[in-house]
């Protein structure tokens, strides 16, 4: 059985993670029906991590993998998830996600991390249960961490209106793509739609980016998507 180390949530969250890759991760191992279980990562993921973040596996033996893309590729090997696409479609798939992890999901980490507006939110939720002159070390130094990688990415070096116009844009575009779709490439799941949705249930749920929420939230197709897959592969999260 494989071992999945990654961030902790609460069970009454909307969504198994708040960070779209551990979703990724974790919506694939159920939609391959790949036999996991999974490790909450307490300590520093730069210290405990192979890459210095979080997801990664463990395997029985002791060997582990890390990068969500090459835990899936490598998965992939048996589970060919993706054998119904044709190079096109591909092609495609990779430029979606591509596009929702590499820049969406950035205007995400900004909204939670680094507008001083929601902060206090995203401090109270993901460092919750933690003492007060704790939380403020341990939050303060996350944050200066990302605010150190939005730099580095570029995301930070622009204005608040400007990041949530891109966020907009983006949302548009992936929306004008699926749209009346059940999924994005054709009419199975694949490894790019499992992508997706781990960003967009991010955007559309997540209470920690109510600006992105709002946006996100005015296409019913995105809306849908995310309610489908979530329903269908993480049950657990609709029961009261």
């Not at 490790?39 to 582990?64: H, M, Q, S, W, Y």
């Not at 403020?136 to 200066?144: E, F, G, L, R, Y």
């Not at 949302?171 to 490439?185: M, N, R």
Request: charge should be positive.
């Amino acid at each position: 059985m494989i071992t999945l180390v990654q961030f902790g949530i609460s069970k009454k969250a909307p969504i198994a993670n708040f960070s779209p890759f551990c979703l990724k991760l974790e919506t694939y191992l159920r939609v391959t029906k790949t036999p996991y279980q999974v490790e909450v990562c307490k300590g520093d993921p730069k210290k405990e991590a192979p890459k210095g973040k979080l997801p990664f596996i463990r395997f029985n033996n002791g060997e582990t993998l890390a990068d969500s893309d090459l835990i899936i590729r490598n998965l992939e090997k048996e589970n060919n998830l993706d054998g119904h696409l044709d190079e096109k479609e591909r092609a495609l798939g990779l430029a979606l996600q591509r596009l929702s992890e590499d820049h969406l999901m950035w205007t995400v980490l900004y909204q939670r991390w680094l507008d001083k507006e929601d902060w206090p939110m995203t401090r109270k939720i993901f460092f919750r249960g933690i003492p007060d002159l704790l939380m403020k070390v341990i939050s303060t130094v996350i944050q200066k961490r990302t605010f150190k990688s939005a730099w580095a990415h570029g995301i930070a070096r622009y204005d608040e209106k400007d990041i949530y116009e891109f966020a907009r844009i983006d949302l548009e575009a992936i929306s004008e793509l699926l749209g009346d779709k059940e999924f994005f490439l054709d009419d199975q799941i694949s490894t790019y739609d499992i992508a997706l949705f781990a960003v967009l249930a991010n955007c559309v749920l997540a209470p920690v980016n109510p600006k992105i929420q709002r946006l996100a939230t005015q296409h019913k197709n995105l809306v849908d998507f995310v309610d489908r897959i979530n329903r269908k592969y993480f049950p657990e999260r609709y029961k009261s």
